[in-house]
């Protein structure tokens, strides 16, 4: 049996929810299919699940009069992908028992658990929440998991800007209870359905919103890449002052549609710590308010921003939070990567960082990454951090220790990822793309080893082995691994073609741009290869691939894209001019 269709737009799915109920208490316990009525689906999103199908085996199910194999991808609520290891080992055992033997690290800092059937779904749920973890508002047209720099060194200044992370991002949860009465089974009362939501409001947002913490020098986090940004500002003592504020940013767009496009933020100011939670209600009020609601396709954000102008949007949050922005006060960014191997912080823990790549962590023939963090767990007396990279922080670990962890990171091929013999590969992202996304056009994650053995040679021949290359490939255009963000980036169009997309610096400070369009992998290393010549025999000190594209003219950046909150160095403007 297939799921209920229906004709309702996405907008009225919401306003007739009943507060994001719907009718999923009775599409969980209908037996004859398992998917979702078509309302449901949506629904859902909100409560951190998406439905999804193994489309590897979508033709031959079809073949037999078989439903699509559907299964459920799950995605925590983890306010800067902090987790103790008593929390680690509960993720673990509900990876083994109910879901496909692995846990994805996402790039907004989260877990995903893929491969849930709908009669495991609610236990799922109740197995996370008894982690203290929940999934409330992953996903959906809401504020969703707010990311934290990852920085391991200035300990004081991190406390800080996680913990106002963490209360930013409970104040912008949903007020709805449905979530605890269709997952953990609390008592419905009377009314219920008609909570009210101060943020949100009967429609919730007209999208998907994302919030990010950096703490310069380094933007792990790709803050420019966000809804909405803060910058921290430290004091002489070291602590948060404050926060430059930045609007607008986003990766999505769509193929062969020029009113979408991937944006950076604008950064509009410098406010005091204490009005944080005023200004962060003030712009996500004012998107809900102005967003546009009749097409889906222009109502993130950053459409918002460029249909009203930046000066009236800046004003209307700085009426609604009842404060005026100060001139920008943030240090520049260095880079947008992460650290690996073992760092200090200023309180005397270490840090290690693990490059996982594309954040998957699973079993597999030497490499025993699951069961060596779930023994790790075991012994570890920090917390672990996911990267906005994909990455795992393990963190606060007394110098003592260090052996130790050290020991169980070798002999489960942990430190696999850190010793690859490419820059390139530490540090590339990929989304999953292929086989449960259904967005996909082209493979990502599985594809990502492959296209990473293909370049090496290619680097190793020209020198570039240790270049520090950014690398990012998205199945589609959607852009959830910030493929515009990439100095390459392989966006795809069909099976086995992808968009090549060259330029981006590494601060995460300026978008690439397309520069051939539908070609297979031969192509695309045929195109490479003279580029990475020219940047072994004319690229400056210290000077990033992206950035000697566009200083030696090889790529441009329309002026069109320049509006679109684009920056460029001083003085690489210089180098051009």
Known sequence: MTSTMSTHSVEDIKAESHR????????????????????????????????????????????????????????????????????????????IRFANHSLRVTTRQAFQFHGVIKRELKATMQAINAALIDTLAACGDVNRNVQVAANPLLSRAHAGLYADAARTSEHLLPNTRAYYEIWLDEERVAGSGGEEEPVYGDRYLPRKFKIGFALPPVNDVDVYANDLGFIGVLDEAGEIAGYDVTI??????????????????????????????QVATAVVTTQRDLGNRAVRKRARFKYTIDDHGLDVIKAEIERRAGATFEAPRSAPFEHNGDRYGWVEGEDGHWHLTLALPSGRIADRPGAPHLTGLRRIANVHRGEFRMTGNQNLLIAGVPAGERDRIDALVRSHGLDA?????????????????????????????????????????????????????????????????????????????????????????????????????????????????????????????????????LRAGIVDIPEKDRRRGIRIESALVEDIA
């Not at 309302?39 to 590897?56: A, N, W």
């Not at 986003?250 to 009113?259: F, I, K, L, R, Y």
């Not at 950064?267 to 944080?276: H, S, T």
Request: proline share 7%.
């Open 20 to 95: 994001l109920r719907g009718s999923l208490l009775e599409s969980l316990a209908d037996p004859l299919t398992g998917a979702l009525r078509e309302d449901d689906q949506t629904l859902i999103k909100y409560h951190g699940s998406y439905q999804q199908d193994d489309r590897d085996i979508r033709d031959e199910r079809r073949r037999q009069k078989l439903e699509p194999a559907y299964q459920f991808m799950i995605r925590t609520r983890t306010p800067g992908g902090v987790v103790s290891p008593e929390q680690w080992l509960k993720l673990d055992s509900i990876a």
């Open 248 to 277: 607008g940013g986003g990766m999505g767009a769509t193929h062969g549609d020029t009113d979408t496009y991937p944006r950076l933020a604008n950064n509009i100011g410098f406010i005091p710590r204490e009005a944080l939670l």
């Open 417 to 549: 990822g850190n010793r690859s013999p490419t820059a390139l590969a530490r540090a590339a992202m990929a989304c999953v793309a292929l086989p449960t996304c259904g967005l996909a056009m082209a493979e990502a994650e599985r594809y990502l080893p492959d296209f990473s053995a293909a370049l090496q040679p290619l680097l190793e021949k020209h020198g570039l082995a240790d270049a520090p290359i950014l690398l990012r490939i998205s199945g589609c255009p959607n852009g959830c691994s910030r493929p515009y963000l990439g100095e390459i980036a392989l966006v795809g169009k069909a099976p086995g073609r992808y968009n090549l997309m060259l330029g981006a610096d590494h601060r995460g400070q300026r978008l690439n741009t397309l520069y051939r369009e539908n070609i297979p992998e031969a192509d695309i290393l045929a195109e490479l290869e003279p580029l990475f010549a020219r940047y072994a025999a004319d690229r400056g000190r210290d000077e990033g691939f992206g950035d000697f594209l």
